[in-house]
Structure formats: structure tokens, C-alpha cells
Nanobody, 115 residues
């Protein structure tokens, strides 16, 4: 069983930055994939960014050039650095991991971008 806990969400103005953290109960290095999804009100959950053993990093077209991933393997942390935030980035951001054929989700953290 893997537990994922997100933090770092909040209310920001357009153009500002936020850094989300995902704390995993196991070694991030051991996961087949770990990443971030988001869900805006009334919309389906969508992939934002992921880190895979096979593919490496993958970013949604809408966030390329603005969002980056970073990791702290010693502390089992995955970070999503979000720069130049836009109102369309608003949503609940979820950490997601694939491990031993099972999928795990965190509880989510709210990001609101509004002037």
C-alpha cells in the first residue's frame, strides 16, 4: 500500500507561482510512474505531468514551459513547480503513482488562480 499526501495548494493571482509537494510513503525511485493530475470543476481529471521509468518526464501541452518536476529521493518527495499560472490552471491537483501493477492517489490539493 502506497500513501500519497499533497500539499502546497492555495489562491494566487495570474502570473504568480506555486510549488506543490507530494510526500510518498515509499521510495519514489521504486515506482513505475509518479505524477500529477488535475480536475477542474465540471471537467474530467487530466494528466499534468509525470515521471516514468520508461519514458522519463511527460508534460501536458498546456503546461509545457511553465511547469517542471523535481524530486527529493532521500525524503520521498515529488514537487510540481508551477510558474506563470493562469486561471485555466485552477483545479484540484492529485498526486498519482503506479507501483507493482496498482494505482494510488492522494487526497488532492486545491489550486485557484484568480485576480
Amino acid at each position: 500500500q502506497v500513501q500519497l499526501v499533497e500539499s502546497g495548494g492555495g489562491l494566487v493571482q495570474p502570473g504568480e507561482s506555486l510549488r506543490l509537494s507530494c510526500a510518498a510513503s515509499g521510495s519514489i525511485f521504486s515506482f513505475n510512474l509518479i505524477g500529477w493530475y488535475r480536475q477542474a470543476p465540471g471537467k474530467q481529471r487530466e494528466l499534468v505531468a509525470s515521471l516514468s521509468r520508461d519514458i522519463g518526464t511527460n508534460f501536458a501541452d498546456s503546461v509545457k514551459g511553465r511547469f517542471t518536476l523535481a524530486r527529493d529521493d532521500a525524503k520521498n518527495l515529488l514537487f510540481l513547480q508551477m510558474n506563470n499560472l493562469k486561471p485555466e490552471d485552477t483545479g484540484v491537483y492529485y498526486c498519482n503513482a503506479l507501483f507493482l501493477g496498482m494505482e494510488f492517489w492522494g487526497q488532492g490539493t486545491q489550486v485557484t488562480v484568480s485576480s
